[in-house]
């Protein structure tokens, strides 16, 4: 197996996040974070974190995502920029473009887009 270095998101608690969009919230417009976000609803607009963003599995997000690390889990249809990191797990979609410094794609999920790496 391989260690990817600023996966420590992947041990966060609940009770870790400083925001969650249950499962029962459907939210349109743009939302602004300044604090880790865990999403497990639906979202459709704009999200954009200075710090971490988690799509929890069942979760459907239609938006353009901007934040420090991403974690995908659920299904995302827009473009997700990660200054640091994206990672997709095998259970994630992503229909869309990733910009970001590092990516990981497991085996299994599911990536349409095209991967920009920057520095």
Known sequence: MFDVK?????????????????????FTGKIK?????LIRGKIN????????LVVD?????NADITAER????????GN???????FVTSSGVLD???????VVLEPGC?????CTMVK
């Open 45 to 52: 607009g704009t999200i954009d974190s200075t710090s971490d």
């Open 110 to 114: 599911n990536f349409g887009g095209k």
């Open 33 to 37: 974070v300044k604090k880790t976000i």
């Open 70 to 77: 991403v974690l995908i889990r659920g299904h995302v249809k």
């Open 96 to 102: 869309g473009d990733i910009t970001t410094e590092k």
């Open 6 to 26: 600023d996966t420590d998101f992947f041990d966060l608690e609940e009770e870790s996040f400083d925001t969650i969009v249950e499962d029962d919230i459907s």
């Open 57 to 61: 599995t069942d979760s459907v997000v």
């Open 80 to 86: 997700v920029v990660g200054r640091k990191l994206i």
